[in-house]
């Protein structure tokens, strides 16, 4: 009888463990999206849902996407942060507003998904981790109004090596104008120069968190795009 007491005793325990973890998703039976391609405007509005048991802090990105693969390479338009998280399966209603114009660093002319990343930046742990990214709407044909488009890399303009590094690296590039500014993933300035026209740059980001970063230079017609991983 007593063994029978513990084996229950223990399975309960395991069940309620494991109920704590959150579960954020988008409640797909009710939202609203749209583009203004007059304004550049986009409004989504979309319920957020916690179908675990706990509650946290965590944040909510907002991008755009050309693959549909988050994140690296997509724009970041919004961080959003939520101070009290959610409780068991409760949602918060949420209207998303912006200006693409607005956005910094600008964003290119291109073809784009929005792509809404519920706590993107990994600070909660989920019983299912594979059902916080969705892509609303349709396409977005964005124009820029600066009329700045954006290349990859493909033509090789920059090389940096070592990569990955600790932080330390040379860029070699064929450009001789503009800036060259290094952007974390959220979207952020964390470096820039201005190019007066040398072969090789040695960075120092050592003191940098570890993670991916991409450096872009504009040439006055395009911007130039290639990642550096900092481990």
């Known amino acids: 009888m007593k063994r029978k007491i513990t084996i229950l005793c223990f399975v309960f325990t395991s069940l309620f463990i494991q109920s704590k973890a959150q579960d954020l998703t988008m409640d797909l039976s009710n939202w609203s999206f749209n583009y203004d391609q007059n304004t550049n405007v986009i409004t989504l509005v979309y319920d957020l849902v916690n179908n675990g048991s706990s ?20 724009y970041l338009l919004f961080q959003d942060y939520t101070s009290t998280g959610l409780g068991y399966q409760q949602y918060f209603h949420i209207t998303f507003n912006v200006d693409i114009d607005t956005v910094q660093p600008a964003v290119p002319t291109g073809n784009y998904r929005l792509l809404v990343y519920a706590d993107n930046l990994e600070e909660v742990t989920e019983t299912n981790e594979n059902n916080n990214l969705v892509a609303f709407g349709t396409s977005i044909n964005y124009t820029s109004s600066s009329g700045i488009s954006e290349t990859s890399n493909a033509n ?76």
């Not at 959220?186 to 940098?208: M, P, R, W």
């Open 55 to 74: 509650s946290g802090p965590f944040h909510v990105g907002y991008y755009l996407s050309t693959d549909l693969n988050c994140c690296d390479g997509d």
């Open 156 to 231: 090789k303009q920059i090389s940096i090596f070592p990569n990955p590094s600790s932080g330390k690296f040379k860029i070699d590039t064929k450009i001789t104008e503009g800036e060259i500014s290094i952007y974390n993933v959220l979207g952020e300035k964390i470096y820039s120069t201005i190019n007066n026209k040398q072969a090789t740059y040695d960075i120092d980001l050592s003191n940098s968190s570890k993670g991916i970063y991409f450096v872009k230079i504009y040439d006055g017609e395009k911007i130039h795009t290639e990642k550096i991983v900092i481990q």
